[in-house]
């Protein structure tokens, strides 16, 4: 009984904070109400124990929409995405685009004629879908995790003004900083 309240509270304020990404009036404050409702949807699966991709849900958003902040607070015009600003563009277009897929969905729901099936599951089926995602892949997905920390690193350095040796000045036989308090005298 726990299980399932919990489990319709996670799902509500999966929606709530869903829509809240559309209510807000900010860039960063849309990003962390996705992250919420993302968040949400992850322990939903959690609760109904599909805990590999709970985890992953909520892993993948989490990491996801902080480097999305990072970026939007280096990027961005206004001061760290918190300058007010509309979230919708053209509002009645998309909430009749929105209402029409909805309805499409609905109808498709009801007169689809779905297919049964006899089988019984599998005992574990968040282990074969592990295994189906990630079995002969596994490797793949490291090395390419590790080629793209080493791209992001590599961007951040070679971005920025002073270089990666440049740390002490114009002088690279310096031995210590300038002094910005002094004049900028160092040796």
Same mark, same amino acid.
């Given at each position: 009984? $726990?299980?399932?309240? &919990?489990? $319709? !509270?996670?799902?509500?304020? &999966? +929606?709530?904070? =869903?829509?809240? +990404? ?16 993302? %968040?949400?949807?992850? !322990?939903?699966?959690?609760? %109904?124990h599909l805990t590999y991709l709970g985890v992953l849900v909520i892993l993948?958003? *989490? ?6 902040? +990072?970026?939007? %607070? ?5 001061? #760290? ?21 909805? #309805?499409? !969905?609905?109808? =498709?729901?009801?007169?689809?004629? $779905? ?9 574990? @089926? @968040?282990?074969?879908? =592990?295994? &189906? ?5 596994m490797l793949v997905m490291m090395v390419l995790g590790l080629a793209l920390?080493?791209? *992001?690193?590599? @961007? ?7 270089? /990666? ?5 114009? /002088?690279?036989?310096? @031995? /210590? ?7 900028? +005298?160092?040796?």
């Amino acid at each position: 009984m $726990w299980t399932q309240i &919990a489990f $319709w !509270l996670c799902a509500a304020g &999966a +929606v709530i904070t =869903g829509i809240l +990404v559309f209510r807000v009036d900010s860039m960063a404050r849309a990003t962390f109400s996705l992250l919420a409702s993302f %968040v949400f949807a992850g !322990l939903a699966l959690l609760l %109904v124990h599909l805990t590999y991709l709970g985890v992953l849900v909520i892993l993948m958003m *989490i990491m996801e929409m902080l480097i999305m902040v +990072v970026f939007m %607070v280096m990027y961005m015009m206004n001061p #760290a995405g918190l300058m007010p600003m509309s979230m919708v563009h053209n509002p009645k277009g998309s909430l009749g685009i929105a209402v029409g897929t909805f #309805a499409l !969905l609905v109808v =498709g729901i009801y007169l689809i004629d $779905w297919p049964t099936s006899q089988a019984s599951p599998p005992p574990d @089926t @968040t282990r074969q879908l =592990g295994e &189906a995602l990630m079995g002969s892949k596994m490797l793949v997905m490291m090395v390419l995790g590790l080629a793209l920390f080493a791209a *992001i690193v590599v @961007t951040v350095v070679l971005s920025t003004h002073r270089g /990666r040796y440049d740390r002490f000045g114009d /002088r690279l036989d310096r @031995t /210590r900083p300038r002094d910005p308090v002094r004049g900028g +005298v160092g040796r």
